[in-house]
C-alpha cells in the first residue's frame, strides 16, 4: 500500500450499521470477545487498557432534558479502502491485500511499535498491554477461531477472517463458487448475534448483498469522511444530528453530502 | 594467493549479497517472531469438531432458545436459533457469553458446610443431602417452619418445590419479586385472572410505560425482534415506539420519542394520558367509566408538577394513540420490580380504555397452565420474597429451615442490609445456587446447581408473552464442569426421605409431564423448538376502585426520586455481571470501584453537586456513595443509579465494584393492596 488512493477489489466486504435500531445492548461486545478469545480483564472501566474490537458508543444530542436524545455507535475496525495504519507499519505486519478488503492484523509479526495506533483516527486498534489471563478453566471455553495473542502486539477487528475462511470452504465443498459467497453465508459474530439485526454485513459491490443498496441511501454515511479513508463500514440513521455527528456533512455543511460508493 | 583489500571486500560484499537473497536469514527472523511470542502461558486453543446444539439459556430471565458451539465437544460460543419463534434468532448479552460463564470463578465447585463465620467446607454429595432430610425432619408437618424462595419465574422447578412443602405441611412458598408478581395482582385488581401479555409484534403504536421492553423488561429478545421487524434498515417504518419513564435507557435511546416521566408519578402519567384520551373521545364500557373518569381528570391536574412535563406533550401523545389502529400500552416499572401494582393498573387500564384487551396486537391475559404436579400451588397465587422476609425480620414469622432456589434475596431485595440480617433469624439456610452469590454465602448448606448448559430445564410464559409458550432444554454437555446435582433430583430425593413422594424422581421427568401436560412434544421442544397456545383477552374494569386509593409521593427539600436502572448486559437479580460483559460497562457508569449516580444539570444545580462530584444518597437508614455525571437523560428531580453492583461475593470481576443500590430502596405498604413497593423511593443526596 502507498497511502495514495483506496485500493480495489472485486469484493468489498462491508457492514451498513442501522444506527436506528442499535439500543447499545452490548451483545456484539460480548460475542465479538468470545469470538476472538479477548480475556477479561479485572478493571474493565480503565478504557486504556481494556481490548475492544468492537466498542459501542453514546452518542447525544447535547440537548438538556427532556428533549435529550442519545444514540448508540457500534465502531468495529472500519476496513478503511485507504487505511492509515498501513503505510505506517514497519514491518507489514498490517496489510491490505487480499481479495475482500479485509485489513489484515498479523500478531508474530508486529512489534508494538503502535504506530498504527496513532495514525488510526477511529481508535479501532488496541495494543496488549498484558498476557491474556482467563479464568481458571476458562481457556476450556475458547474460540477455535482466534489464536491467543500475547503482550507487545497490536489487535484489532478483522470482520471475523476465520468466518470468511469457513464460508469458503463450506461455498467448496458444497460445489460453490467461493469468490461468490451467497448473502448471509458468511457473517461476523457481531453482526450474527445482534438481537434486533442492526448490522447487516455483505459485500458492497455485490448487487445480491443488501449492503450494496443499503450503502448508498441518503440515510447511509461513514464516519470522518473528509479524511478520504474511505471505510467499508456504512452506518444507517434518519437522525439528523447523528449523521452530523459522524463529520459527513464537513465539506458542503449538509448531511449526506461527498458520498464517494465504489 | 594472498587476499587484498579489493579481494576482501568482494568476499564481505558478496557475503552480504548472498545472505540476503537466501531465505535463511528471513526465515530465521520470521521464526524468532513466532517464538518470542510462543510461550507455555499463553493460551493454545482447543481441537475437535465443531457443532451446534439447540439449548435452553436462562441466564437471562425470559430464557433465550439458543444454539451453543461446541469444539471437541466444549461449548465456545452462542449464537442464536433461528428456528425458534420466540428468539428468531437473537441472543441477549448475557446468554451470548454463556460457556464462558460455564468456568466462571464464581461458580460453587462442590457442596459446602458452613462451619463458621464465612468459613466452609467441602462435603460429601450424600452427606450433603442427608443434612438437609435431617434438618427437615423436625420441621415436617409444622407450617409456617419450612420456606422457599424461588428465583426462577418460568421454571416446573417452582412446582417441585410448592408441593413438596404442601405435602410437608407448608404454605410458605416464596418467588423474587419481579414484574410477573406485581402484575398478576394488578389484573386481580382489575376483576380478571391470569398473567398479563402484550402482543408487542402486532402493534403499531407501543408506548412502554416504564417498562425497558427492549433491553431488560419481559422477553427482551423477543421484543426487540418485533421492534425490529417493523423498522427494516432501509424500508419504511411501520410502526411508531413511545418510552415514558425516569431515564433516557436502551429501550427510550430507538424509540421515536421518550417522556421523561419520574419514577414517582407513574400513575399520575397514565392517568392524565387516560384523560386526553377521554377528552379526545375515548370511552369505555366498563362499569367504572364514571370513577376513572374522575380520578384521569384529577391526574391531569396534577400532571405538569408531578412530572415536569407540559401538558401538550400528553395532547400530542393522545392525538397518536387515537390515530394508531392497534395501539398497545406496555406497564411495567422502569427496573423491572418493585412497581406497586397500581402503576400497573393505572397503565394496562389504557388497553381497557382504548378496547385493546384480546386485540390483535393488544393485551392479553395468560392462565397458570397445565400443571405437570396436581399439589403444587396456583402460579398466581405466589407470595413475595419481601414481604416474607420482612415478617422474619419482625418475629412475625419463624421458619426453622429456608430453601432457597436460584435466587438471591440477601442481595436482590430492598433494603438489603435488612433483608440478608433477617435471614440470620432463620437457622438452616440452604442455597441451591450455581453461584458463589450473596445468599450463599450467607447459607449454612451451598448445593452446587448446574449450569444451564448443563441442565435439564424449563421456561412457561416467560413474562410479557402475548400467547401461552412453553420452552425446554436439555444438557449440552455430557457431565457437569464442576461437581454439581440438579436442585430439583436433590429435591425429589430428600422428599422421597421424608415419605412424600411427587411421582417423579428427576427432573427430566417433571418437566416431560408438563410437557405433555401442555400438549407439547418434548422432543421438538428440546430440540429447539417452541410451543404456543392462543392469545386470549378476558373482562376487565378500569380498576378505578383500587386507582382511586392511590397516594401521591412528596417530595421533600434536597430529595430526589431514585430510579434504579437495569442494563441486561450487566447482569440480573440472580446473577452478577459476568467477566465476558464487564468490557460493556462504561467508564460513565462504574469508574475503578466507584459507581455513578446521573442526574440532569437542572437536578444538579438544585442539589449543588457538580460532575465528578463524590456524593452520598441516603434513605432507609442505608447510603450508597457514588460519583456525580450529569446526563440529560434523566427525567427533572430524579437519581438514576445502575442495578447490580457493589457485589460482596462473586468474584474478583465484580466483588467490591461499585454500591448495591437495593440498599437504599425504602419498602412501603402500597395503600389498597397492601403490596410492599419500592419503585418510587426517595433519597437525600449530599455531597461527601
Known amino acids: ?24 445492548c452490548g451483545a456484539c461486545m460480548t460475542a465479538c470477545q468470545v469470538e476472538n478469545n479477548i480475556a477479561p480483564v479485572l478493571d474493565a472501566s480503565n478504557k486504556l487498557r481494556t481490548l475492544s474490537w468492537i466498542l459501542v458508543y453514546e452518542l447525544s444530542n447535547k440537548k438538556a432534558a427532556p428533549d435529550a436524545e442519545i444514540a448508540y455507535l457500534p465502531r468495529p475496525c472500519m476496513q478503511c479502502g485507504n487505511p492509515a495504519c498501513v503505510p505506517v507499519c514497519p514491518v507489514v505486519a498490517t496489510d491490505k491485500n487480499e481479495e475482500g478488503g479485509i485489513v489484515s492484523q498479523i500478531y508474530p509479526r508486529c512489534i508494538g511499535c503502535r504506530y498504527c495506533m496513532a495514525a488510526c483516527p477511529y481508535h479501532a486498534r488496541y495494543f496488549n498491554w498484558e498476557d491474556p489471563v482467563f479464568p481458571k478453566g476458562m481457556e476450556k471455553a475458547l474460540s477455535p477461531n482466534t489464536s491467543a495473542r500475547p503482550r507487545g502486539v497490536v489487535e484489532k477487528c478483522n470482520f471475523c477472517h476465520t468466518r470468511l475462511m469457513k464460508a469458503k470452504d463450506k461455498a467448496r465443498q458444497e460445489g460453490g463458487n467461493p ?44 464516519l470522518l469522511e473528509k479524511l478520504g479513508l474511505a471505510p467499508q463500514v456504512y452506518y444507517y440513521t434518519r437522525r439528523e444530528w447523528v449523521r452530523k455527528l459522524g463529520d459527513n456533512y464537513a465539506a458542503t455543511g449538509k448531511a449526506g453530502a461527498e458520498k464517494k460508493h465504489s | ?41 499463553i493460551p493454545s486453543l482447543n481441537k475437535g469438531e465443531v457443532k451446534a446444539k439447540a439449548a435452553l439459556s436462562k441466564l437471562c430471565p425470559a430464557g433465550c432458545a ?13 449464537t442464536g436459533n433461528a428456528a425458534n419463534p420466540m428468539s428468531k434468532g437473537g441472543v441477549c448479552p448475557l446468554c451470548a457469553g454463556g460457556a464462558q460463564l460455564m468456568y466462571s470463578p464464581a461458580r460453587v465447585k462442590a457442596p459446602m458446610k458452613k462451619v463458621g463465620e464465612g468459613k466452609y467446607e467441602e462435603i ?52 423474587m419479586p419481579g414484574e410477573m408478581f406485581t402484575a398478576t395482582k394488578g389484573v386481580k385488581l382489575m376483576g380478571g385472572s391470569g398473567q398479563p401479555g402484550f402482543d408487542i409484534e402486532g402493534a403499531d403504536l407501543v408506548l412502554m410505560i416504564g417498562a425497558d421492553a427492549l433491553d431488560s423488561w419481559g422477553t427482551t429478545v423477543a421484543n426487540q425482534k418485533a421492534f425490529a421487524a417493523t423498522r427494516p434498515t432501509g424500508g419504511a417504518v411501520s410502526a411508531q415506539y413511545i418510552y415514558a419513564g425516569p431515564v433516557l435507557n436502551n429501550t427510550a435511546s430507538v424509540c421515536d420519542k421518550w417522556l421523561a416521566v419520574p419514577p414517582t ?26 370513577d376513572y373518569k374522575a380520578l384521569a381528570a384529577k391526574a391531569a391536574a396534577a400532571f405538569e408538577a408531578a412530572t415536569g412535563l407540559k401538558a401538550d406533550a400528553l395532547k400530542e401523545l393522545a392525538a397518536k394513540i387515537k390515530a394508531a389502529k392497534a395501539p ?30 384480546g386485540q390483535q396486537g393488544g393485551m392479553t391475559l395468560l392462565g397458570n397452565g397445565a400443571k405437570a404436579i396436581a399439589s403444587a400451588a396456583d402460579r398466581d397465587a405466589a407470595k413475595d420474597a419481601a414481604s416474607f422476609l420482612a415478617s422474619v425480620a419482625t418475629g412475625k414469622a419463624t421458619p426453622g429451615a429456608l430453601l432457597i432456589y436460584e435466587a438471591n434475596p440477601a442481595f436482590a431485595l430492598p433494603q438489603a442490609t435488612e433483608m440478608a ?55 449440552v454437555v455430557a457431565k457437569p464442569v464442576h461437581d454439581c446435582k440438579d436442585p430439583v433430583d436433590v429435591l425429589l430425593a430428600a422428599a422421597s426421605k421424608l415419605g412424600l413422594s411427587l411421582g417423579f424422581d428427576t427432573y427430566a421427568d417433571v418437566i416431560k409431564a408438563k410437557a405433555s401436560a401442555l400438549g407439547a412434544d418434548y422432543s421438538a421442544l428440546t430440540a429447539g423448538g417452541a410451543w404456543t397456545g392462543e392469545a386470549k383477552g378476558g373482562p376487565l374494569t378500569l380498576g378505578a376502585a383500587a386507582l382511586a386509593k392511590a397516594a401521591p409521593v412528596a417530595l421533600a427539600d434536597k430529595t430526589v426520586a431514585l430510579a434504579p436502572v437495569t442494563r441486561l448486559a450487566y447482569g440480573t437479580a440472580s446473577l452478577a455481571t459476568p467477566p465476558a460483559n464487564t468490557l460493556t460497562v462504561r467508564n460513565t457508569e462504574l469508574l475503578g470501584k466507584d459507581l455513578f449516580v446521573q442526574m440532569n444539570a437542572a437536578t444538579a444545580k438544585k442539589l449543588g453537586v457538580a460532575e465528578g462530584n463524590k456524593v452520598k444518597l441516603s434513605a432507609a437508614g442505608s447510603e450508597l456513595k457514588a460519583l456525580v455525571h450529569v446526563n440529560e437523560g434523566v427525567a427533572a428531580d430524579t437519581a438514576a443509579v445502575l442495578l447490580g453492583f457493589g457485589r460482596s461475593a462473586w468474584d474478583e470481576y465484580t466483588k467490591g465494584k461499585g454500591d448495591n443500590v437495593y440498599k437504599i430502596l425504602t419498602v412501603s405498604d402500597e395503600a389498597g393492596t397492601g403490596l410492599k413497593v419500592w419503585a418510587g423511593s426517595t433519597v437525600t443526596v449530599a455531597k461527601v
Open chain 2, 265 to 290: 408519578a407513574t400513575a399520575t402519567f397514565s392517568l392524565a394520558l387516560a384523560n386526553a384520551l377521554i377528552e379526545a373521545g375515548a370511552v369505555s364500557s366498563a362499569a367504572d367509566f364514571g
Open chain 2, 1 to 41: 594467493m594472498g587476499l587484498d583489500r579489493r579481494g576482501f571486500v568482494k568476499i564481505v560484499v558478496g557475503g552480504v549479497a548472498g545472505t540476503l537473497f537466501t531465505p535463511v536469514i528471513w526465515q530465521s527472523l520470521d521464526d524468532v517472531s513466532i517464538w518470542s511470542q510462543n510461550w507455555g502461558w
Open chain 2, 124 to 175: 460429601k454429595w450424600e452427606d450433603a443431602e442427608a443434612l438437609l432430610v435431617e434438618k427437615l425432619t423436625p420441621l415436617k408437618g409444622q407450617d409456617g417452619k419450612i420456606a422457599a424462595i424461588s428465583g426462577d419465574e418460568t421454571g416446573t422447578a417452582n412446582e417441585v418445590l410448592s408441593a413438596m412443602l404442601a405435602g410437608l405441611g407448608n404454605t410458605g412458598f416464596y418467588v
Open chain 1, 1 to 24: 500500500m502507498s497511502g495514495h488512493g483506496a485500493k480495489e477489489f472485486n469484493i468489498k466486504w462491508g457492514m451498513v450499521i442501522d444506527l436506528d435500531k442499535c439500543t447499545g
Open chain 2, 421 to 475: 440480617k433477617a435471614m440470620g433469624n432463620i437457622a438452616f439456610k440452604v442455597s441451591f445456587s450455581t453461584y458463589m452469590d450473596e445468599t450463599a454465602a450467607l447459607a449454612d448448606l451451598i448445593l452446587p446447581a448446574p449450569h444451564p448448559f448443563e441442565r435439564h430445564d424449563d421456561a412457561l410464559n416467560p413474562y410479557g408473552v402475548a400467547k401461552a409458550t412453553y420452552l425446554a432444554g436439555k444438557p
Open chain 1, 179 to 222: 469468490e461468490a459467497l451467497a448473502d448471509g453465508a458468511y457473517m461476523p459474530a457481531c453482526a450474527d448475534v445482534c438481537p434486533t439485526g442492526a448490522i447487516t454485513f455483505g459485500d458492497l459491490k455485490n448487487p445480491e448483498h443488501k449492503v450494496h443498496e443499503l450503502a448508498k441511501s441518503e440515510h447511509a454515511f461513514r
Open chain 2, 66 to 78: 439458543v444454539k451453543v458451539n461446541t469444539v471437541g465437544g466444549l461449548p465456545f460460543a452462542v
Open chain 2, 328 to 357: 398497545l400500552v406496555v406497564a411495567g416499572a422502569s427496573f423491572g420490580q418493585g412497581a406497586g401494582a397500581l402503576d400497573f393498573v393505572a397503565a394496562a387500564s389504557l388497553n381497557v380504555l382504548l378496547g385493546r384487551v
